[in-house]
């Protein structure tokens, strides 16, 4: 058996689209504010294709670029100044942060109606709780991609390798949300494949490198790899692709699957954030 490839690639570039048709025919133009802190070159670069990417969508950019060495009240002025900003619809402070400076405490400074990264409390309250709110943008792309392909989640039994904040506990949250069954599964989970094997949807975010193989997959399951490493070898994901492909009945690549995902999800949480503002004032 050979799993049907989902690429997030095209869906990605099929939901930016769809946004910048939707803000061209809106009179709100939303406006996007990415915060950078210090010269890191990863972050540097994802920062730098979030703006570029939504520039293209029509998003207006606020992008402030802080030095390495900006004190955390400095920092707080900038996301309570963006807070304030009518302009600005979306704040996203990149993380990580330099280690002088407490990301916990900078992300509770933004305002929730804001949080397009969806990882304030209050997101994750709004989440947990089942309440309109805004999403975190990896495991919201990993839904879209799930519908895309056509995989049924309500009933579905699906498992999630990792629980960050980040990707694994609101991907648990959004899939209990559409009713499959879920189960988490952490560093400290016994005979992961064992707990694996009996996923119909099983999403990987360990950030360990091919921690998935066919052992790990029931036939026929739809497995999403959230993972991204580079090796000598090139990227690679949490997922052994080559082996996964023979016993999965989907499968994301590494690149090219989850990770256009998050940007897509970051433009269309800046649209819906732009719009339940202004329904607000
Ligand atoms: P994290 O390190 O914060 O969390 C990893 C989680 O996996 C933890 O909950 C841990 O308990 C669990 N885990 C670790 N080893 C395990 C094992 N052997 N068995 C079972 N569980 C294990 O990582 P994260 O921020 O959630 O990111 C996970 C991966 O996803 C990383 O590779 C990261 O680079 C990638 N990522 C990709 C995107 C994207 O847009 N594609 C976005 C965010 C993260």
Not at 134 to 143: K, Q
Request: hydrophobic fraction near 45%; charged fraction near 25%; include cysteine.
């Amino acid at each position: 058996m050979s799993a049907t490839v989902i690429d997030g690639k095209e869906l990605a570039g099929i939901l930016r689209r769809e946004v910048a048709e939707h803000v061209a025919a809106s009179a709100i133009a939303p406006g996007l504010a990415t915060v950078l802190v210090g010269d890191d070159p990863a972050s540097g670069i994802y920062v730098a294709s979030k703006r570029k990417l939504s520039v293209a969508a029509g998003i207006r950019d606020h992008h402030r670029h802080l030095p390495s060495d900006v004190t955390h009240d400095e920092l707080e002025r900038v996301v309570d100044e963006l807070n304030a900003d009518a302009e600005v619809d979306g704040i996203l402070v990149q993380l990580p942060l330099p280690a002088h400076l407490d990301a916990a405490a900078v992300i509770a400074r933004i305002h929730p109606d804001k949080d397009v990264d969806g990882l304030t409390e209050v997101s994750a309250g709004r989440l947990a709780l089942n309440r309109p709110g805004l999403r975190p943008c990896t495991p919201s792309g990993v839904m879209r991609l799930l519908d895309w392909a056509g995989v049924d989640i309500k009933g579905a039994r699906a498992v999630v390798v990792g629980r960050s904040d980040l990707v694994g506990r609101p991907q648990a949250q959004l899939l209990l949300a559409r009713d499959a069954t879920v189960t988490v599964c952490h560093r400290y989970t016994t005979d992961l494949a064992a707990v694996t094997r009996t996923a119909d949807i099983l999403v990987v975010a360990a950030g360990v490198p091919r921690l998935v193989g066919a052992e790990h997959i029931k036939p026929g399951a739809a497995v999403i790899d959230v993972g991204i490493h580079r090796t000598d070898e090139g990227l690679c994901g949490d997922v052994d692709f080559d082996a996964a492909r023979q016993v999965a009945g989907y499968v994301t690549p590494v690149p090219g699957g989850v990770g256009p995902m998050t940007i897509a999800s970051l433009l269309q949480n800046t649209v819906t954030a732009a719009e339940l503002r202004r329904s607000r004032l």
